[in-house]
Every structure is written in structure tokens, then in C-alpha cells.
């Protein structure tokens, strides 16, 4: 450990100067927590030896170097790195899409927030076949930054956390060890590493979801998919929700789902029309994976000079999964740096904030997702539904179509969502404009 003097053992003390971090995983959240711890402890004048580990290399190309996810990023979340004085260069960016359209099963609307300009998409390894010339992925390029502003990487897996006098030991493969003076898990929930935590840390409920990249050329994303993400409800039992992110030359396709695989999303290729004619004909899929997404959180994420950060923790329901962990990076840095590195200090300063800003919200998004989900999964209901949005939208008013926006892309809180969605007033207009027909 780099400096156990300075450490009385206790915890409740902010992370001394010259403290030993180990980041058990450098996908979003463990980079974002190094950014901020590094920054906060430069602010104060202290220092410590941060080191994100991961068994990833996120310049491969297909499944092994990416972390398995749509890649899109809102507004909220760029800036928020803006706010680290980092910039989204073009290297990382793969395609600035317009917009959403929601599709039922003839009709779709087309969702913008006025204001917040275009969504990023992004890989987050080295891409479905070849890695890039000139390209990083998301991942690679957060973990440049933090080791730019000084954190150490090793590239390798952790085998076994133990707790150790004055904080833990880490064993990688081959036997060898190092021991910190606080230690971070920012393993995400697709690790096995979670059951091997002896605190009592209990992973959150997750789905497993499905991802495919299908090649597609940018005439035919600037033309049929009018450069957007569309969102089209699953028409199998399995399938919840499918989603196309356009990159500059694939689609991601995401199948979402409580236990979805590969074999559910080529059925429904075959037989959902709204996303048969969203697809470039005779596509084959390049690249698959079965990732999990939390829908529920952990339990005792946190113990003394210990806590748990990102999926592996919480994150808002089922939408802007990396900004969650950039909060929950956020909090956990301000924490130890600010309060202390006890349990106690960590339930009052990283617990509880983060449930406070997820838990109860997440109640809401389950409810809202429940009620669109219902509703744009049953056929005629759904283009009945979309059309009154349509006509809203025609005649100037925006609420239906904003609520849409919010609900499946944008980044207020669910609670703030659900009080325009349901409100009385709102209800009654949607009635009115139903009833009123083609
Ligand atoms: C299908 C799908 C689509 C999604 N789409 C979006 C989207 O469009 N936009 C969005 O914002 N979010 C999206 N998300 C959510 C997003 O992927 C996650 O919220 C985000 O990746 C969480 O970051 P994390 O750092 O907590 O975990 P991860 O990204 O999972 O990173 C965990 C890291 O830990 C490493 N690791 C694990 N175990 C070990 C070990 N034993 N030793 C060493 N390293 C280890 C892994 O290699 C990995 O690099 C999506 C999720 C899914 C499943």
C-alpha cells in the first residue's frame, strides 16, 4: 500500500494525500471516477496513485473490446465531459444523428428537443470488424484522458478482492497482487467478479438484452433513415422495444427485452414490418452480443475504503446508462475527497445521494415505460395514438411530442416526465384529439 501511515485505519478521515486507488474496471464509470477524483484532489493541492484495471482492450474490434451498447449520447452527457474540459473530438464521434422517430405500426413520429442540438453515436470498442484507422472508440478515449491527467491503466483481469489490514488485495491471473487503500468497482453487470465480493454486495436485477451490427451505407441512413434512431415496439412476446442507432457505416440494432436472443431479433426482422423496411435488404449481421442492463439496484454497494459505481450500482431505468455512471463517478470522487472513506461517511455522502437521485425516479420510468409500452405495442391503438401526436404537432402544440422525446431519448428525471404525461389536463387534450378521428 503506497502510504499506510497516513491511514488510521478508522476511515472516517477524506482520502488522505498520496492514498493507493485501484478502479476495478475502466469502462465509463471507472475513467469518469478518475477524472473527477483527479481533479478534485488537484484542487486541494493533494495527490494519490489511481489505477484503473480492465481485462479490455477497447481499440479491438468486435465483442471482446467493446462494452456492448447502442452508443448514444445526449446532450446532457456532452456536457458534462465538457464541464472535465474534455471535447468529443471527431475521432471518437461516429455520426451526429437529428432526432428520434417513434414508430407504431403504420404511423411514426419524428422527436426533437428543440434545443438540445444533434445526439452523438459512438462505438465503444474498435467496431464490429476491423479496427479503424484514425478512430477511438468512447472507452478508449475516456481512459486516454484519465491516464493523460494521471492515472496508471494495467490491462489486466481481477481475479479475487480480498480485504486486507488498511484496505484490499486484488489478485490477477498467475498469482500476482496489489493492495489499495481504497478500492473502486466499476465493473458493470456483466462480470463475474460481483459474486466474488465478501461484504455482502448483491449485484442489481438486470435483463439480457441483445445487440446486433448490420453494415449499411450512409446514402441509405441519410435517405431511409433520415439520419435518425428510430424506436419501433417489439411485435414477439420476447422483444419489449428494438432501437437503430445509425453509425457512419452500420446500424446498431438493440433488442430489448427481459431474456432476448440473437434468434428473437432475426424473427422479428422477419416479421415486424416497421423494422423489415428500416433494414438494407438482404443485410447479414456482422457482429452480436448478449449484454446485460440493470433494472433494478445493487445492494450494500459500499463498505469501509470500498464502493461500488455505475451498472454495477444503479442507473436511470432502461435509458442514458453511461450518464448514469458518470453521476454515480461524480459522487463517489466528491465523497472521498470531501466526508471520509468509512462506512458511515459513504452511506450518508455516496449511498444515499445516488439512490436519491435514481431509485425513487426509476419508479416512474417503470410506470411510464409500462403505459408507452402498452400502448405503441398494440397495433391500431398505437397509429390511433401516433396520428393524434401527429396532429398535435401540426397545429403547433408540442406536448405529446415532447413527452415522447422525453421519455425514450432525453434526460429529465422520470418524475419530471411522468407529472406532464399524466397530468389531468394533458389526458384530456390526448382524449379530445383521439376522439376527433382521422
Ligand atoms: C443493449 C444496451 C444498449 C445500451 N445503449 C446505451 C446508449 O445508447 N447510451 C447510454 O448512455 N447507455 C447505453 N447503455 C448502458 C451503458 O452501456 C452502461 O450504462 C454503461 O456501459 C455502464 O458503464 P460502467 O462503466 O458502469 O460498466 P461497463 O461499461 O460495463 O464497464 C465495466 C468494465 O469493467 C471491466 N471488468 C469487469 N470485470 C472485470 C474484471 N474482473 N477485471 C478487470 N476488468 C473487469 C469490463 O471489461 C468493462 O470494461 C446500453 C446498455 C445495453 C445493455
Given at each position: 500500500?503506497?502510504?499506510?501511515?497516513?491511514?488510521?485505519?478508522?476511515?472516517?478521515?477524506?482520502?488522505?494525500?498520496?492514498?493507493?486507488?485501484?478502479?476495478?474496471?475502466?469502462?465509463?464509470?471507472?475513467?469518469?471516477?478518475?477524472?473527477?477524483?483527479?481533479?478534485?484532489?488537484?484542487?486541494?493541492?493533494?495527490?494519490?496513485?489511481?489505477?484503473?484495471?480492465?481485462?479490455?482492450?477497447?481499440?479491438?474490434?468486435?465483442?471482446?473490446?467493446?462494452?456492448?451498447?447502442?452508443?448514444?449520447?445526449?446532450?446532457?452527457?456532452?456536457?458534462?465531459?465538457?464541464?472535465?474540459?474534455?471535447?468529443?473530438?471527431?475521432?471518437?464521434?461516429?455520426?451526429?444523428?437529428?432526432?428520434?422517430?417513434?414508430?407504431?405500426?403504420?404511423?411514426?413520429?419524428?422527436?426533437?428537443?428543440?434545443?438540445?442540438?444533434?445526439?452523438?453515436?459512438?462505438?465503444?470498442?474498435?467496431?464490429?470488424?476491423?479496427?479503424?484507422?484514425?478512430?477511438?472508440?468512447?472507452?478508449?478515449?475516456?481512459?486516454?484522458?484519465?491516464?493523460?491527467?494521471?492515472?496508471?491503466?494495467?490491462?489486466?483481469?481481477?481475479?479475487?478482492?480480498?480485504?486486507?489490514?488498511?484496505?484490499?488485495?486484488?489478485?490477477?491471473?498467475?498469482?500476482?497482487?496489489?493492495?489499495?487503500?481504497?478500492?473502486?468497482?466499476?465493473?458493470?453487470?456483466?462480470?463475474?467478479?460481483?459474486?466474488?465480493?465478501?461484504?455482502?454486495?448483491?449485484?442489481p436485477a438486470t435483463w439480457h438484452t441483445v445487440q446486433a451490427e448490420?453494415?449499411?451505407?450512409?446514402?441509405?441512413?441519410?435517405?431511409?433513415?433520415?439520419?435518425?434512431?428510430?424506436?419501433?415496439?417489439?411485435?414477439?412476446?420476447?422483444?419489449?422495444?428494438?432501437?437503430?442507432?445509425?453509425?457512419?457505416?452500420?446500424?446498431?440494432?438493440?433488442?430489448?427485452?427481459?431474456?432476448?436472443?440473437?434468434?428473437?431479433?432475426e424473427k422479428e426482422r422477419m416479421k415486424n414490418m416497421a423494422l423489415?423496411?428500416?433494414?438494407?435488404?438482404?443485410?447479414?449481421?456482422?457482429?452480436?452480443?448478449?449484454?446485460?442492463?440493470?433494472?433494478?439496484?445493487?445492494l450494500r454497494p459500499y463498505s469501509t475504503r470500498m464502493a461500488i459505481?455505475?451498472?454495477?450500482?444503479?442507473?436511470?431505468?432502461?435509458?442514458?446508462?453511461?450518464?448514469?455512471?458518470?453521476?454515480?463517478?461524480?459522487?463517489?470522487?466528491?465523497?472521498?475527497?470531501?466526508?471520509?472513506?468509512?462506512?458511515?461517511?459513504?452511506?450518508?455522502?455516496?449511498?444515499?445521494?445516488?439512490?436519491?437521485?435514481?431509485?425513487?425516479?426509476?419508479?416512474?420510468?417503470?410506470?411510464?415505460?409500462?403505459?408507452?409500452?402498452?400502448?405503441?405495442?398494440?397495433?391500431?391503438?398505437?397509429?390511433?395514438?401516433?396520428?393524434?401526436?401527429?396532429?398535435?404537432?401540426?397545429?403547433?402544440?408540442?406536448?405529446?411530442?415532447?413527452?415522447?422525446?422525453?421519455?425514450?431519448?432525453?434526460?429529465?428525471?422520470?418524475?419530471?416526465?411522468?407529472?406532464?404525461?399524466?397530468?389531468?389536463?394533458?389526458?384530456?387534450?390526448?382524449?379530445?384529439?383521439?376522439?376527433?378521428?382521422?
Open positions: 500500500m503506497a502510504n499506510p501511515a497516513v491511514l488510521d485505519g478508522s476511515g472516517a478521515d477524506p482520502l488522505p494525500d498520496g492514498a493507493s486507488v485501484g478502479v476495478i474496471g475502466a469502462g465509463p464509470a471507472g475513467s469518469f471516477f478518475a477524472l473527477h477524483l483527479l481533479a478534485l484532489l488537484g484542487e486541494s493541492g493533494r495527490t494519490a496513485r489511481v489505477t484503473l484495471i480492465d481485462r479490455k482492450t477497447f481499440s479491438s474490434s468486435g465483442p471482446s473490446g467493446c462494452n456492448m451498447c447502442a452508443g448514444a449520447i445526449g446532450h446532457a452527457m456532452v456536457k458534462k465531459i465538457e464541464s472535465l474540459s474534455l471535447a468529443i473530438d471527431a475521432s471518437v464521434i461516429r455520426r451526429i444523428v437529428d432526432g428520434y422517430e417513434i414508430h407504431g405500426m403504420d404511423v411514426s413520429v419524428t422527436v426533437r428537443h428543440p434545443d438540445r442540438g444533434g445526439i452523438y453515436t459512438v462505438f465503444r470498442g474498435g467496431g464490429p470488424m476491423i479496427p479503424r484507422g484514425g478512430a477511438r472508440s468512447f472507452d478508449q478515449y475516456l481512459l486516454d484522458a484519465a491516464v493523460s491527467r494521471g492515472a496508471e491503466f494495467l490491462h489486466e483481469r481481477v481475479d479475487a478482492v480480498e480485504r486486507v489490514s488498511g484496505g484490499y488485495r486484488l489478485t490477477f491471473p498467475g498469482g500476482t497482487r496489489r493492495d489499495f487503500d481504497f478500492l473502486v468497482g466499476a465493473f458493470g453487470v456483466n462480470s463475474s467478479i460481483s459474486r466474488k465480493l465478501e461484504f455482502g454486495y448483491v449485484p448490420i453494415p449499411a451505407t450512409g446514402k441509405f441512413i441519410e435517405e431511409r433513415l433520415r439520419n435518425r434512431i428510430h424506436i419501433i415496439p417489439g411485435r414477439g412476446k420476447r422483444i419489449r422495444f428494438l432501437a437503430i442507432t445509425p453509425k457512419d457505416d452500420f446500424l446498431t440494432l438493440t433488442g430489448i427485452g427481459e431474456h432476448v436472443k440473437i434468434a428473437d431479433l423489415a423496411s428500416l433494414m438494407p435488404e438482404g443485410a447479414n449481421v456482422a457482429c452480436h452480443c448478449h449484454p446485460q442492463v440493470p433494472v433494478g439496484v445493487a459505481i455505475g451498472d454495477a450500482f444503479i442507473s436511470r431505468y432502461l435509458k442514458n446508462g453511461i450518464e448514469s455512471s458518470h453521476d454515480t463517478a461524480r459522487i463517489l470522487a466528491e465523497a472521498i475527497t470531501r466526508h471520509g472513506i468509512s462506512e458511515r461517511a459513504l452511506a450518508e455522502h455516496f449511498h444515499r445521494p445516488c439512490l436519491g437521485l435514481f431509485r425513487y425516479d426509476n419508479v416512474w420510468g417503470k410506470l411510464l415505460f409500462g403505459i408507452y409500452e402498452g400502448m405503441l405495442r398494440k397495433g391500431r391503438l398505437s397509429d390511433a395514438y401516433l396520428e393524434a401526436v401527429n396532429r398535435e404537432a401540426a397545429g403547433g402544440d408540442m406536448a405529446q411530442a415532447h413527452i415522447l422525446w422525453s421519455v425514450f431519448a432525453g434526460d429529465s428525471p422520470y418524475r419530471e416526465i411522468a407529472r406532464d404525461a399524466l397530468a389531468f389536463r394533458t389526458l384530456l387534450k390526448l382524449a379530445g384529439t383521439l376522439s376527433r378521428g382521422r
